[in-house]
């Protein structure tokens, strides 16, 4: 074994114990024989117990637990600090710019296990009042987990959408005539890209690559035949493709869709493409209804569109209230009025609904009762002043290990609306995570289920659940799913969406927001409900403010006597 496994592992138990709070001075006993053994000229493997003893800044202890490292790959002292530490904690032990004690915090105090909640506390501005934090110190630990969730070449859609842009912009520069478009995966509108890929009518590829060259945007280009490839500044590969503009809409079908789309649409036509003119004419070709680039996943539309049958789907401009938000009631950044007046003066939208955390929620300043109350003396207040808008009184009331709800019923019947979420015990095996949900969804009082299971893209997978038995129940007991719109979440998933649709659960596309501009996050919301083949008919929030306040009166038990 080499000296610089040796320092770290020595470096990783120092750091363990300060998390644990061991004594002081056997962490800095530790932490000072890693550096001593990280600048060692010469290598410790072969030498004996007793030579190690010898070595300036080892002592016996220190000597044996080397001695043991090297002759086993571990040491008792680590893996006993392993086995008390979760893994997530490991992990962000490694992030630049956070310390033992830093993570303590956000682990015993803030109950964020892993880097994939920690990621979404920046985004949520959790950080920001703990002690020892402050907004430059997330903002930085926001970079880092990006920096580290691009190594695996994959983005999240909101990543990459303001720099793909700029891009196409400047290949509108260059051809302002030719016929040009996004496909692949950022025109499928996907939650998670792999590769940019656009389309360009034009054979001139030579004076794309030159102009490409040197773009401020691209990277490392290379030209391979008909395709431009490079990457962006933050990694994405970038794909563009050059070709004659009789063959530009066959390239463009081809590249949208994904492979099992293009081929269920390509066998059912028999005499060839021809050069066609649109890609309406190779749907029509094919005997089916054009079908918009968000739903071409696979056949799951392919009979709708055979049927000319493919549903109207839902669009920014249907949206008319804003539902799952916080405020500085719990842990959001503006006020529940700063919130109120940016959706009616800013989106033009008709009611906002307030969610801040419910009591469990301690990390995130969850109300008690008696500020329940308060805010909602302020809604009160603020829904007598401000014209032509309305604040529902909402909760994200956490859904407890027994799948129960955070309050008594008698502050339950107090709520127009309740979101019920998960954010706890994320590790139940699928039947109890299930029987959880289904629970809670059996409450009178549930109105929504919130971001059924608490996933977090490229970081953190969804806890197991029977989706059919969770979907079913909603529909039994007519409780709406959440489709959180938070670009990290995008959680009830598209793939479910047209399941639930058919057993007539309505969707809610909620920001989840925790400041004035998380309310824009419902864009991405609206993409990935496209692709779920999502109408605005079902959507709770495309109701009107008379409309989705009927829904939540029909839906609310009638109060104790």
Known sequence: MENKPIARSLRLLSQLMELHEVNPFKIKSIANAAFKVDKLPYPLAGKSVAELEKIDGIGK??????????????????????????????????????????????????????????YYACNENRLVEAKGFGLKTQEEIKKVIEFRMAGNGKFLYAQVEAEAYQLMD?????????????????????????????VIGSLNQQIAFDALAKSDLLQNVTLNGTHINGELSNGLLVDIICVDKADYYEQLFISTGNDDHVESVLQRITDGLEQPGSEELIYEKAGLQWMQPELREGDTFIQMANDNELPTLITWNDIKGTLHNHSTWSDGVNTLEEMALFCRDELNLEYLGMCDHSK??????????????????????????????????????????????????????????????????????????????????????????????????????????????????????????????????????????????????????????????????????????????????????????????????????????
């Open 61 to 118: 202890s220190m000597a044996s637990k080397i001695a043991e490292l090297m002759e086993t790959g571990t040491m008792t002292d680590l893996e006993d600090m392993l086995a008390q530490t979760p893994e997530g904690i490991v992990e962000m032990m490694g992030i630049k710019g956070i310390g033992a004690k830093k993570v303590a915090i956000i682990w015993k105090d803030l109950g964020i296990e892993n880097v994939g909640e920690l």
């Open 170 to 198: 400047e290949i509108k520069g260059i051809f302002p005539e030719a016929l040009k478009h996004f496909a692949g995966e950022f025109r499928r509108l996907n939650e998670i890209i792999s590769e940019l890929v656009i």
């Open 360 to 561: 469990s929620a301690f990390y995130a300043k969850g109300l008690s009762i008696e500020r329940v109350l308060q805010q909602q003396e302020e809604i009160d207040h603020l829904n007598k002043k401000l014209d032509g808008f309305h604040i529902f009184k909402g909760i994200e009331s956490d859904i407890l290990n027994d799948g129960s709800l955070d309050y008594p019923e008698e502050i339950l019947q107090r709520f127009d609306f309740i979101v019920a979420s998960v954010h706890s015990n994320l590790k139940m095996q699928e039947n109890k995570a299930t029987e959880r949900l289904i629970k809670a969804i059996e409450n009178p009082y549930t109105t929504i289920l919130g971001h059924p299971t608490g996933r977090l893209l490229l970081s953190r997978k969804g806890y197991s659940i029977d989706y059919k038995k969770v979907i079913d129940a909603c529909a039994a007991n007519k409780v709406v799913i959440e489709i959180n719109a938070n670009p990290v979440r995008l959680d009830l998933d598209w793939r479910w969406h047209q399941y639930a649709l058919s057993k007539d659960v309505m969707l809610s596309i909620n920001p989840d927001a925790h400041r004035t501009s998380g309310f824009r996050d419902m864009k991405f919301g609206v993409n990935v409900t496209r692709k779920g083949g999502l109408t605005k008919e079902m959507c709770l929030n495309a109701l009107s403010l008379a409309e989705i306040t009927k829904v939540f009166e029909l839906k609310k038990p009638k109060k104790l006597a």
